[in-house]
């Protein structure tokens, strides 16, 4: 570690916590975190030479694995012609073409740079479009670092919103109303109280920042149900499980068709990329088609655009998702098995490709308060001693973990014999 170390001492001097991200920092389990020299394929390797065997993923855009022999190629032959023109190009027709072909609910779609940009200009979109002010959200799910979303509830369930970091005024937080993931009463409550102002509903139908919690039979329909009622704006936050957790997302998983999407991560191939659209009617609104300000100058980036059409069309084939759907239950079977064998309480969540561990006695966590209340020292342990055995998890308790396409049941089998030892020691 010794390199990580020293890199780690050189970047806190220059770099707020050393870091350009903060999660990446390892303040949640402590020590150094690892800096990376290069990944392939299922492994990553940290400057002093150590393989590991990586479930993050980049957070998740690397659902082919790293340094996909196609992704690769595709970004420098762009490359080639110039890196950015600030002008529209074919490439950004194609994705388009291939983002509404592949996502069921999105008629038309428009680029972004990060998933942070995507949902604050769906949320712009949904108040402009309703003239409405409000937006409700879920405690625990994570919508990027815009001001209206870095918010939290207030003392009681129907109480206006408090922001959840300095910085963001008090008036913007107002307007954020918070309620509990998968309970549909208390979304009626709000919107029984406040609906005839409520813009939208944002969430992620697969909560991944809060470990992994899918939604409960019904919620997703009753959300459809609840905005379809007040006239506002439902918003399926997909950054995370946008052509992950099936080939359309998890609208097409659980059928149920948002008015807007907001996608990052695999659509940019490991490139900045993010994007959001949907139902025609609401995202011409948008600039200049409406009066709904939105722009970007690197939007739609050649390069980038690049390596997330080599992403999709990879995405596109047949036996693309089934492999790393059984190879992830495969992974979950196995870590309970192993968690059994040492008596470790341990419980555990799937949706396709996402997935979590919960150091809980609760047989089937559904909520934040559920999945805040787990055994996080005995989290830092098992992380600490898989991180020793070369699998390098998520450094935080409340992140989802991710397969990709070169996960083998090879890779699988590694990462059991690696658990086996590391429950042994907690
Ligand atoms: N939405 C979700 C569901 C996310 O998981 C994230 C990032 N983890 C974001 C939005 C923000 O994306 P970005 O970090 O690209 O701004």
């Known amino acids: 570690m010794q390199k990580s170390e020293a890199l780690f001492a050189r970047a806190q001097k220059t770099i707020p916590g050393g870091v350009n991200s903060p999660v990446r920092a390892f303040k949640a389990v402590g020590g150094t975190p690892r800096f990376i020299e290069k990944a392939d394929g299922p492994y990553i390797w940290d400057a002093d030479g150590k393989q590991y065997i990586d479930y993050i993923q980049s957070w998740g855009p690397m659902v082919l694995g790293h340094n996909n022999d196609a992704i690769r190629e595709a970004v420098i032959k762009a490359a080639h012609s110039g890196l950015s023109f600030g002008a529209p190009t074919e490439a950004e027709v194609y994705m388009a073409e291939k983002v509404s072909a592949m996502v069921p609910s999105m008629e038309?779609?428009?680029?972004?740079?990060?998933?942070?940009?995507?949902?604050?200009?769906?949320?712009?979109?949904?108040?402009?479009?309703?003239?409405?002010?409000?937006?409700?959200?879920?405690?625990?799910?994570?919508?990027?670092?815009?001001?209206?979303?870095?918010?939290?509830?207030g003392s009681g369930a129907l109480t206006l919103g408090v922001p959840s970091s300095p910085g963001v005024p008090a008036d913007v937080a107002h307007h954020t109303l918070t309620v509990e993931f998968n309970n549909l009463d208390s979304v009626r409550e709000v919107f029984e109280q406040h609906g005839d102002d409520i813009a939208c509903i944002i969430t992620e139908p697969v909560a991944g920042n809060m470990n992994c919690i899918p939604p409960v039979e019904g919620f997703l329909q009753g959300l459809r149900a609840?905005?379809?009622?007040?006239?506002?704006?439902?918003?399926?936050?997909?950054?995370?499980?946008?052509?992950?957790?099936?080939?359309?997302?998890?609208?097409?998983?659980?059928?149920?068709?948002?008015?807007?999407?907001?996608?990052?991560?695999?659509?940019?191939?490991?490139?900045?990329?993010?994007?959001?659209?949907?139902?025609?009617?609401?995202?011409?609104?948008?600039?200049?088609?409406?009066?709904?300000?939105?722009?970007?100058?690197?939007?739609?980036?050649?390069?980038?655009?690049?390596?997330?059409?080599?992403?999709?069309?990879?995405?596109?084939?047949?036996?693309?998702?089934?492999?790393?759907?059984?190879?992830?239950?495969?992974?979950?079977?196995?870590?309970?098995?192993?968690?059994?064998?040492?008596?470790?309480?341990?419980?555990?969540?799937?949706?396709?490709?996402?997935?979590?561990?919960?150091?809980?006695?609760?047989?089937?966590?559904?909520?934040?308060?559920?999945?805040?209340?787990?055994?996080?020292?005995?989290?830092?342990?098992?992380?600490?001693?898989?991180?020793?055995?070369?699998?390098?998890?998520?450094?935080?308790?409340?992140?989802?973990?991710?397969?990709?396409?070169?996960?083998?049941?090879?890779?699988?089998?590694?990462?059991?014999?690696?658990?086996?030892?590391?429950?042994?020691?907690?």
Do not use: W
């Not at 659509?267 to 994007?275: F, L, S, Y």
């Not at 968690?339 to 470790?344: L, M």
């Open 108 to 153: 038309m779609v428009r680029m972004v740079n990060s998933g942070t940009e995507a949902t604050m200009s769906a949320i712009r979109l949904a108040r402009g479009y309703t003239n409405r002010n409000k937006i409700v959200k879920f405690e625990g799910c994570y919508h990027g670092h815009a001001d209206s979303l870095l918010v939290k509830a």
């Open 226 to 426: 609840i905005c379809d009622e007040y006239g506002s704006v439902l918003i399926f936050d997909e950054v995370m499980t946008g052509f992950r957790v099936s080939r359309g997302g998890a609208q097409e998983r659980y059928n149920v068709m948002p008015d807007l999407t907001c996608l990052g991560k695999v659509i940019g191939g490991g490139m900045p990329v993010g994007a959001f659209g949907g139902r025609r009617e609401i995202i011409t609104h948008i600039s200049p088609t409406g009066p709904v300000y939105q722009a970007g100058t690197l939007s739609g980036n050649p390069v980038a655009m690049a390596a997330g059409l080599a992403a999709l069309e990879q995405l596109q084939a047949e036996d693309m998702y089934p492999s790393i759907f059984a190879n992830t239950q495969a992974l979950l079977d196995g870590m309970a098995e192993k968690a059994k064998k040492h008596g470790v309480p341990l419980s555990t969540n799937i949706a396709g490709s996402m997935f979590g561990i919960f150091f809980t006695e609760v047989e089937h966590v559904t909520n934040y308060q559920q999945a805040i209340n787990c055994n996080g020292e005995q989290f830092k342990k098992f992380y600490h001693a898989m991180l020793d055995e070369g699998v390098y998890l998520a450094p935080a308790s409340y992140e989802a973990g991710f397969m990709s396409k070169m996960h083998d049941e090879s890779i699988v089998a590694r990462t059991l014999e690696a658990a086996d030892k590391a429950f042994a020691r907690l």
